[in-house]
């Protein structure tokens, strides 16, 4: 019999006999109603009593229990030592550095937050210091022309580059980028561009 099959015969217990009662629980009372029948932890016919009057055997089951979560920790163990490592150093390394070491930073713009930031842009080159002459610094100056560059791409182009939409490029692929000044591509592009936009806003 399993510890788990002990554990349930144990908890079920209604009439225990005096040795079982003394092997898994502990006796609580001054004197006990005994009467002659089957033990329903040994099976055998003896003078039995209510499992109340031994704590319902509660030392017993918290033992095997015990033996039981002890046994099931070794075979984790065991089981353990098995297998490999989840990553090697060198990709846990990886996943460990800031994000801001790891390269370019993808970001999830939509057309209307491209064209506030196209305006703080203006505001900032008008009040920064470090921007105005003859106070410029170099470093400021390369770094806002850089940003200046990306966002006036995306404003321009009325989309956003860093993650495009597979129907967006099915879209590129039959029908070309947008640009043309054609009024009938305008217009088709136009109204794709709309139903996108409206879409990205049901889904959030």
């Given at each position: 019999m399993t510890n788990k099959?002990?554990?349930?015969?144990?908890?079920?217990?209604?009439?225990?006999?005096?040795?079982?009662?003394?092997?898994?629980?502990?006796?609580?009372?001054?004197?006990?109603?005994?009467?002659?029948?089957?033990?329903?932890?040994?099976?055998?016919?003896?003078?039995?009593?209510?499992?109340?009057?031994?704590?319902?055997?509660?030392?017993?089951?918290?033992?095997?229990?015990?033996?039981d979560i002890k046994e099931?920790?070794?075979?984790?163990?065991?089981?353990?030592?098995?297998?490999?490592?989840?990553?090697?150093?060198?990709?846990?390394?990886?996943?460990?550095?800031?994000?801001?070491?790891?390269?370019?930073?993808?970001?999830?713009?939509?057309?209307?937050?491209?064209?506030?930031?196209?305006?703080?842009?203006?505001?900032?080159?008008?009040?920064?210091?470090?921007?105005?002459?003859?106070?410029?610094?170099?470093?400021?100056?390369?770094?806002?022309?850089?940003?200046?560059?990306?966002?006036?791409?995306?404003?321009?182009?009325?989309?956003?580059?860093?993650?495009?939409?597979?129907?967006?490029?099915?879209?590129?692929?039959?029908?070309?980028?947008?640009?043309?000044?054609?009024?009938?591509?305008?217009?088709?592009?136009?109204?794709?561009?709309?139903?996108?936009?409206?879409?990205?806003?049901?889904?959030?």
């Open positions: 099959q002990l554990i349930k015969k144990l908890e079920q217990a209604c009439v225990v006999c005096r040795d079982c009662g003394l092997k898994y629980g502990v006796y609580s009372v001054g004197c006990s109603s005994v009467w002659e029948g089957v033990c329903n932890v040994c099976g055998e016919t003896k003078p039995v009593t209510e499992t109340r009057d031994y704590a319902y055997l509660m030392t017993g089951i918290r033992k095997l229990l015990k033996e099931q920790s070794k075979e984790v163990a065991e089981y353990m030592l098995t297998q490999e490592p989840l990553m090697t150093d060198e990709d846990l390394d990886r996943i460990m550095e800031p994000s801001y070491l790891q390269g370019e930073i993808t970001l999830n713009l939509t057309e209307e937050e491209v064209g506030f930031l196209h305006q703080c842009l203006d505001t900032l080159q008008e009040c920064h210091y470090t921007l105005q002459t003859p106070d410029l610094v170099p470093d400021d100056v390369k770094i806002f022309e850089e940003v200046e560059k990306k966002i006036t791409e995306l404003y321009e182009d009325h989309c956003v580059k860093y993650e495009v939409s597979p129907a967006m490029k099915a879209y590129h692929a039959k029908y070309g980028t947008f640009g043309s000044e054609d009024a009938y591509d305008l217009g088709r592009w136009d109204g794709f561009r709309e139903a996108f936009t409206m879409n990205t806003e049901v889904v959030k």
